[in-house]
């Protein structure tokens, strides 16, 4: 609990998280809630942490959703793999509960890490349209699970996308897509176990600001870039995240 005290320094502290998650999503267009759970988690528990993050992953998921003129064929190529992100998150939300377990966020870790330092070696994993096909409902449902024990929507839903060949634009669009389905399913698998009191929906809410000129300013940030630079971030990016989950896991 926190003292009246501490509430300022709390506000500033968690203010600071969202704006810091925001920029880091603007620029390689994930990390919002990696960052603000692993950081959040350092003075409050996984389910609080995640019962803030959603008003601002949902409506920051949302905005990476466009532009509207090429939501629908992005949507068409990942339309299996949100399906089977619906029934891995509600599933797993329902069956193992909320977001705990250091073990899955050392697992989570240490896939980003491998996946980041083989696409930096300059190898491409490729999915073909007709491998999609099946491959996409099994990566959502492996993704909704994933989701539902760390609260993190990455793996193995980026390296899929990225193995679609999307360009860079069009990949940071599939990722807000996918996210968006993660953060409404996991909010909805949460209220049903009793994991999203109504009364964090004000703080969330009050999150939405840092993390949304965050992601402004990260969004601008990404379009100065060139595509090998853009690259580069994006997978030290992800290194740098599964590093951090790994530590703070086993601290």
Do not use: E
Not at 37 to 42: C, D, E, N, S, T
Not at 164 to 179: E, H, N, P, T
């Amino acid at each position: 609990m926190t003292h009246s005290n501490d509430l300022p320094s709390f506000w500033a502290a968690a203010t600071a998280v969202f704006l810091l998650a925001g920029v880091i999503k603007g620029v390689i267009g994930l990390g919002l809630p990696t960052v603000s759970m692993a950081l959040l988690a350092l003075w409050m528990s996984p389910v609080q942490a995640v019962a803030l993050l959603i008003v601002p992953s949902l409506v920051t998921n949302i905005w990476q959703t466009g532009p509207r003129a090429t939501f629908m064929p992005v949507l068409r190529r990942i339309g299996g793999m949100q399906v089977g992100v619906v029934i891995g998150t509600l599933g797993g939300a329902l069956w193992l509960g909320v977001p705990a377990g250091a073990w899955a966020s050392v697992a989570l870790g240490v896939a980003l890490l491998l996946y980041a330092g083989w696409s930096l070696t300059g190898r491409q994993l490729h999915v073909s349209d007709a491998q999609a096909r099946w491959l996409g409902p099994l990566v959502g449902v492996v993704t909704g699970l994933v989701t539902a024990v760390t609260g993190v929507f990455a793996v193995p839903a980026v390296p899929y996308l990225q193995a679609l060949g999307f360009q860079r634009d069009a990949l940071i669009q599939a990722m807000g897509i996918s996210f968006t389905t993660s953060t409404v399913v996991l909010a909805i698998g949460l209220a049903g176990n009793g994991g999203y009191p109504m009364s964090a929906v004000g703080a969330s809410l009050a999150m939405l600001v840092p993390a949304v000129g965050g992601l402004v300013l990260g969004t601008w940030l990404r379009k100065r870039l060139p595509v090998a630079v853009f690259r580069r971030c994006f997978l030290v990016g992800l290194a740098l995240l599964g590093s951090y989950m790994v530590v703070r896991a086993l601290a």
